[in-house]
Structures are given as C-alpha cells and as structure tokens.
C-alpha cells in the first residue's frame, strides 16, 4: 500500500487538472539563481553549483530532482549571466529545464545593489504512461502522451549587500496545459511566485547567524512558507534547521573546505500524515567558485 501511495496520486492526476509547482529545496539560499535571474552574478565570482536532492525516500515514483547552474558577473559592466539546468523526475513524469539569465545591477548606496533580471526557460515534459498500471488498461484517458517543448520567460528583483538579501520573482509568467492523444490535460503548469530574504548577524568574532525566509504562491496550492536560521562557525562550519510550515521541519549542515569549495547537506522530516511512508528527504550540494585577485571575497557569505 505504502509503495504505491504517489503512483496513485499521478493516476488521479491523469482524470484531473494538475497545478504544476517548481521543484522543491530546502538549502534555497544557496539555489537562488534557479528561482530568481537577478541573482546572477550578484556573488561577484563565478559561482558554479550542483544538487541532487532525493525525497520521501522509500516511496515508489517520489521525487528525485538534479540542478546545476553556473553564473558569473560580466567582465567590469553591471551585468550578470548565468544558465542553469534542473531535472525533476515525479512517478511516471519526467521534467528538463534549461534557463539563460541576464541581470542588471545598480549601486543602490555604498553597501547595496538592486539587480533586475530576465529568465528565458526551454521546459520540456514527458509522461509515461506505460509505469500507472491503470486497472483499465484501456482506458482512454491514460492513452499515449509525447514529449513536448514549451518556451517561457520569467523576471526577478534582487536587492542584497554583505549582510542583507530581499527577492521577489517570478519565473514562468506563461501557463500551458499539455493534454495525450485523447485531449486529456495531464499537466498544467502554473506561474509561482516568490518572495525570499535573509540578513546576517555577527553574534562574535568567530560566529554568525543567519535567519531567512522563502515564501512560494502557486494558484490552486496551498501557500508555502520555509524559515530557516543557520550559524557560521570561524568562516567554515554552517549548521542550523528550518521549519516548512504544516509541511516538515529539516536540519542543515555545510562546510567552507577551500576558499572555491563549499560543500552542503539538508535532511527533511514530514510533519503530515505523509512520514508514515517514508523516511524523509536528503540533499546534498556542492558550489564551486573561481577567484582572482580582484574580485576574491573579503569573506564567505553563506548565501
């Protein structure tokens, strides 16, 4: 019964609209560039990230979502560029996406910029039908989907300094509905919304902490509200937890190895009904980052 809980829910999904939300992370600090363009280039390096993030493990067909992105600033202009690729498997579908980003920074003070930003994303779905062993298998609505492309554009706000972060954004203004050769909707995707920030507080010489938040709206969804705070520890231990409300609370850990080299881990734990099947969420990240002389960071900012 446990094993087929989610391959249920992607049955239903195929007879009913499906409000399609972007894929879920708990280390989101660190990700920005995949929710919000005008991040790019805003670390002042280039920054190049990896994260394999496996959840509700244990339970057949639960998501499994890979993302890499690399941004960089844009010589000595106020632009930024980055590209970023996710893959994000749910049951039987299977979701690719890439995105180039531009961003525009402007010098709002001596300690903050505001950056604007244009997301251009090329989506492409597939849903196999063939892993819903339906009880009908001929049934109509459950008949052959074929992958399809779908271009969309997004925009963002980032405004941040050393110490501070606010965004707000949204990455695909356009909504599309795939349907299967019966003109049966399988999959609609739907515009989110997302609001994010942070501010980092010296408690000491050697310690930081960081509180954040991460707010996601998606029409048809329940509203999604992340808190985190995290400790810096002598520039190189990160830990701290976070709370996804009525959702699961989580615990993170990372650790500066090299000036270029950061390395991350987050678990997430259920608070639904939805732990009885599963033994929590894992993700684990990797940021690398090219310095020289002149754009090295004074010191490590842990968003």
Not at 182 to 189: G, I, W, Y
Request: hydrophobic share 40%; aromatic share 16%; net charge neutral.
């Amino acid at each position: 019964m446990r094993t087929k809980f989610l391959i249920f829910a992607m049955m239903f999904m195929c007879y009913s609209s499906f409000a399609q939300q972007d894929a879920q992370y708990t280390q989101y600090m660190y990700n920005t560039i995949n929710i919000n363009p005008a991040y790019a280039g805003s670390r002042g390096v280039m920054s190049i990230f990896g994260l394999h993030r496996t959840q509700w493990v244990g339970l057949d067909g639960a998501p499994v979502t890979n993302a890499f992105s690399l941004n960089t600033p844009f010589n000595e202009s106020n632009l930024g560029l980055g590209v970023s690729f996710v893959n994000d498997k749910i049951g039987p579908t299977n979701e690719n996406q890439i995105s180039v980003d531009l961003s525009y920074s402007v010098q709002m003070s001596e300690d903050y910029k505001l950056s604007f930003g244009l997301k251009a994303t090329g989506n492409i779905f597939n849903l196999d039908v063939n892993k819903l062993n339906p009880a009908d298998a001929n049934d109509p609505n459950l008949q052959n989907f074929n992958s399809e492309f779908s271009p969309n554009f997004g925009a963002g706000l980032y405004l941040h300094s050393d110490k501070l972060y606010f965004g707000l954004s949204v990455p695909n203004f356009l909504q599309d509905t795939k349907y299967n050769d019966n003109d049966v909707s399988v999959f609609k995707e739907r515009m989110n919304f997302y609001a994010i920030g942070g501010y980092v507080f010296d408690l000491s010489q050697n310690v930081k902490f960081k509180p954040a938040f991460l707010t996601k709206m998606v029409t048809g969804s329940p509203l999604q509200v992340d808190l985190s705070g995290n400790f810096m520890f002598f520039d190189k231990l990160v830990l701290g937890g976070a709370y996804r409300w009525d959702a699961a609370w989580s615990a993170m850990a990372g650790f500066q190895v090299t000036d270029g080299l950061y390395v991350g881990y987050g678990y997430d734990r259920e608070t639904t009904n939805l732990k009885n099947f599963n033994s929590g969420s894992h993700e684990v990240f990797l940021r690398f980052e090219l310095f020289n002389r002149v754009n090295k960071l004074v010191s490590p900012r842990f968003f």
